[in-house]
């Protein structure tokens, strides 16, 4: 089975309904994406497929249709995002295990929704669970992000 | 001798008589040090120069032995030696460091003690360091109890300065120069000529020769990096996906693991794994402690033929159904069953007391989002483990016991925790994971829960239930009578261990007995109910429930006088730096200020772990239900270290509390919890998620640590801002069983 991750083909010798978050973390040693509850409650896997946020744990291999990016992907410690950057200049992450997950949900959602109000980011954040109680910083620095990508 | 040491090696001292018979000797003997690991690990051209930096040519390594789930402790501890060593924190690499006794905690053990943290006289702070130094003997190096920063506060800076000292020493022998014209600044010792020495230059020679003396702390006034604002130091890692959690550990030829566990805590009576044997992928499925294991080579491969076992459980040591948990509970409030009594008052048992009400707090989930997971590589000869944890010596006692492998070659790597809350205190993963890995010698195998085997499994908060009767007189508040039942969590939680708790266990009335307030007739009774079902350490532990029952029954007995709940809680309290932060949320939240028809405000307190803490919530009694619109929270630790993590940690400590109080709780059906996953567990999320506005206050007489005190008074003020804007009085959580959330 073939698919692209990150700009990376690759063909894995997997059975179709394996979750997709499970081929990036376990046969391609992509652990960003995170398994949290392998039901779509927490959201701590999200990647994008041609840039809409999906599930990983939720999405069979042989569904897939489109290219994959992860966490990885969308910035690096050298090259940042800005949701990544306002996430550092928040100082959002506590144990930081959702993270990766509520970065890549923001990051999409930022790019159909470029002025988002209170109302639509705590909607569009709802579905990502994080243990550790960092919404108020997750909040503002959604805004931040927004803020940035607006002025670029 | 013989006694203090044989209760000190086969009990965790929790009780006051115990200890008492310890001081004599007790406080000589246990300070015997530990040795330095660190040497063992060298190789030429490199220094150790204390337990807790290690300097080789290639670079500077801080050892922060607390394992770090979230709250920040490696940056802590990292800046904590970095200030008197003179070293920049990008200058530096941080490590956990492999186990050791000289890694012990100091300030652990004292807060089990039955001694009010605002008593500060001779006698108490004596019986601190007795309670501290079984500890310290036995070389216990457990990260809880919000400990970090107390623990390390001398013992890491003293640990920067000595090397400090000791790398201006080397500087010294190399140059002929006297050590007093020397100065250190970023990993550098500066010459009187303005010229330089690296710190990694300076390692050959700084360990040829005895670390320094300790030189004097620094004033605070003089510090560059603490008490100011910070950048975490996993900041950008967690920010990119490039942090590495024990659950991601990728070792040469890796296979994978899952686990079918008895969802009663049972035995196995028989299992058919026939099937699940031919799935892809599948190596071997074997009997482990509690259920079965399959490795397999793939994680979700392992989980689903984990599912495809059929088995047959053996019975629970413990009730059934909630029913009868609950009826041990309120059987438990007789005589035969007191566990303490440390405040007693006035005279409590005979005043009039006319005013009662009952409450309840359910087991609940730790659930942290990465679920629990171990990788183990098991020789003849040795084990490595990477597991996240915060109790890596009991790995190392308990897995010998297991393997017959000497402590010496049993080597826990620790790692980057995904959340803990307490779920890391336990280790039944790791005998899992070592019980998988013995049967494929040389190769790694990696054992991740499902989420559903992490909340089935679970070593839940405490059940708790309490009750109250009292009496106002002329609008004060009069009588507070207050029992408390609950099993014990350290006998629950140390018996697992091999560590059968002695005396009573304070953890029953913490958060109750203990607070600051000055009312005539004032008795906290705590009563031990009997084991029901295993229980554990969760976030700021006893008085997590203690906190809601204590300062809820308060704020209805100062609505019977007809008192004001800020004012009347300020009136009653007799603790300055208790005060202040009852005060600072007044201030805060414009006390008193009208809030119209449909909205009310409530305020709580506790002080646990030597922080008081206090929090005002404001909510919406709106047509979908209870809206929380803001939070104001102040807590008192003493001394700051770094203002931006202290803001998150109190924040998210109130989010923790209200969202559970909410919506949460783990019942028994058949035994087993009936809460499987997030969806019947939510917390909070963030369209329920108010604004929260913090201050930190620095009145109290030491340092304190942060990462519980948040959670105790949030979920009283959230009940009595309910009962402020409804009239309705919440004695029960979840409170989502007696009123609506938007």
């Known amino acids: ?152 | 001798m013989g006694r203090i040491r044989t209760i000190a090696r086969r009990s965790f001292l929790i009780g006051s008589a115990a200890l008492l018979g310890g001081v004599a000797f007790g406080a000589v003997m246990y300070r015997r040090p530990h040795k330095n690991p660190l040497p063992e690990q060298l190789v030429a051209g490199e220094a150790a120069i204390t337990p807790y930096v290690l300097i080789t040519p290639d670079g500077i390594t801080l050892i922060a032995p607390r394992a770090d789930k979230g709250q920040g402790a490696y940056s802590v501890q990292a800046a904590l030696i970095a200030e008197e060593l003179d070293v920049r924190l990008d200058q530096v690499t941080v490590d956990p460091g492999l186990p050791a006794p000289v890694y012990y905690n100091t300030a652990l053990a004292s807060d089990l003690l039955p001694i009010r943290s605002t008593n500060t006289n001779y006698l108490a702070d004596l019986a601190r360091r007795v309670a501290d130094a079984p500890v310290k003997f036995l070389g216990i190096q457990i990260t809880g109890g919000s400990t970090t920063v107390p623990d390390g506060y001398d013992k890491l800076r003293h640990a920067g300065a000595v090397a400090r000292e000791t790398l201006k020493a080397a500087a010294a022998r190399k140059t002929g120069l006297d050590t007093a014209q020397l100065t250190t600044k970023d990993a550098h010792v500066v010459l009187p000529d303005g010229t330089t020495l690296s710190y990694t230059s300076l390692a050959a020679t700084a360990a040829g020769i005895e670390p320094a003396d300790a030189p004097a702390l620094r004033d605070p006034s003089e510090w560059r990096y603490l008490g100011k604002p910070m950048q975490r130091l996993d900041m950008v890692a967690k920010s990119t996906g490039a942090q590495e959690y024990g659950i991601d550990v990728q070792l040469p030829d890796l296979l994978h693991a899952a686990v079918r566990l008895n969802p009663r805590r049972g035995v196995v009576i028989s299992h058919d794994a026939t099937q699940a044997e031919t799935m892809r992928g599948v190596r071997s499925i074997l009997p482990i402690t509690g259920g079965l294991g399959v490795i397999a080579d793939n994680t979700w491969r392992a989980m689903q033929a984990a599912q495809a076992i059929t088995v047959e459980w053996g019975p629970a040591p413990y009730p059934a159904g909630m029913d009868a948990h609950w009826q041990a509970l309120s059987d438990s409030f007789t005589k035969e069953q007191i566990d303490s009594q440390y405040r007693d008052d006035g005279d409590a048992a005979v005043a009039e007391r006319p005013i009662t009400a009952e409450y309840r707090a359910p087991y609940l989930a730790h659930a942290p989002l990465e679920p629990i997971n171990a990788t183990a590589l098991v020789t003849d000869t040795r084990i490595d483990i990477w597991t996240g944890t915060q109790i890596p010596r009991f790995i190392q006692s308990n897995i010998s016991a297991l393997t017959g492998i000497d402590t010496d070659n049993i080597h826990v790597h620790v790692q980057m925790i995904g959340g803990s809350f307490g779920h890391r205190l336990e280790d039944q993963v790791v005998r899992h994971a070592v019980e998988l890995a013995m049967s494929m010698k040389g190769t790694p195998v990696k054992l991740t829960y499902s989420r559903e085997e992490d909340f089935a499994q679970d070593f839940t908060r405490q059940i708790a239930m309490a009750r109250m009767a009292g009496s106002v007189t002329s609008g004060n508040v009069e009588t507070c009578d207050l029992g408390i039942a609950m099993p014990s969590i350290i006998a629950s939680q140390m018996g697992r261990q091999g560590f059968p708790a002695a005396g009573p266990d304070t953890q029953i009335v913490a958060g109750a007995w203990d607070q600051p307030f000055d009312i005539p007739n004032y008795r906290v009774t705590g009563y031990r109910a009997p084991d029901l079902a295993p229980i554990s350490s969760w976030r700021s532990v006893g008085a997590s429930t203690n906190g809601f029952f204590h300062d809820c029954a308060l704020d209805e007995l100062i609505h019977a006088a007809g008192a004001d709940p800020l004012a009347e809680r300020i009136r009653l309290c007799n603790h300055a730096p208790s005060r202040k932060v009852l005060e600072a949320v007044g201030e805060m939240s414009d006390w008193g200020s009208d809030m119209g028809e449909t909205r009310g405000r409530g305020v709580g307190f506790c002080l646990s772990f030597g922080v008081p803490c206090a929090v005002v919530v404001e909510v919406t009694n709106s047509a979908q239900g209870i809206r929380l619109d803001k939070v104001f929270a102040a807590a008192d630790v003493g001394r700051i270290i770094d203002p931006v993590n202290f803001e998150a940690q109190v924040s998210g400590g109130v989010i923790f509390g209200m969202g559970h109080a909410i919506n949460c709780e783990i019942t028994y059906a058949d035994s087993a919890a009936q809460q499987t996953n997030y969806h019947q567990y939510e917390a909070m999320r963030l369209y329920q998620c108010p604004e929260v506005t913090v201050r930190g206050l620095e009145n109290g007489d030491r340092i304190r640590g942060i990462g519980e005190p948040g959670v105790p008074p949030a979920a009283p003020a959230l009940a009595n801002a309910i009962f402020a804007a409804t009239g309705q009085r919440i004695r029960e959580m979840p409170f989502n069983k007696h009123i609506r959330f938007v």
């Open chain 1, 1 to 152: 089975m073939k698919l692209t991750v990150n700009g990376t083909r690759h063909d894995v010798d997997v059975e179709p309904e394996m979750p997709l978050l499970w081929v990036l973390r376990d046969e391609l040693g992509i652990t960003g994406p995170k398994y949290g509850c392998g039901i779509a409650q927490c959201g701590a896997c999200t990647v994008h497929v041609d840039g809409q946020p999906v599930r990983s744990c939720q999405l069979p291999v042989g569904d897939l249709d489109g290219e994959v990016t992860t966490i990885e992907a969308l910035g690096t410690p050298d090259a940042l995002h800005a949701v990544q950057a306002a996430w550092i200049d928040h100082q959002v992450a506590q144990c930081g295990y959702c993270q990766s997950g509520q970065i890549m949900t923001a990051a999409a959602f930022l790019e159909v929704n470029a002025t988002p109000t209170d109302a639509e980011i705590d909607q569009a954040l709802s579905a990502n669970l994080c243990r550790c109680g960092t919404y108020p910083r997750i909040r503002a620095a959604v805004k931040s992000a927004a803020a940035r990508l607006n002025e670029a």
